[in-house]
């Protein structure tokens, strides 16, 4: 298991959702996202959104598989910028 909090950098419009669940449904492993209590899966347009992530805000990446190390940097690349 691969676990990396990350400053989200901008707001997250639906442009910017679409590209990080595009990215995070190429890798095999489980990815969620969890911030506070709440916690979504990566792969799911609906469940980001349900996290309704802000500028200034910790998120934590956690995944879990074979390729779970460059799922994390890929996608905390995407949430910091």
Known sequence: MVEQSTLVGSSF??????????KASQ???HISLVLEEKT????SIMGI???N???GSTVA???KGEDAQQA?????????S
């Open 13 to 22: 419009e639906s442009k910017i959702v679409a590209e990080l669940v595009q």
């Open 27 to 29: 890798f095999k492993s």
């Open 40 to 43: 979504a899966n990566a792969k």
């Open 49 to 51: 959104i349900s996290l």
């Open 53 to 55: 992530l802000q500028n």
């Open 61 to 63: 990446i956690v995944a």
């Open 72 to 80: 994390v940097s890929e996608l905390e690349h995407i949430i910091a």
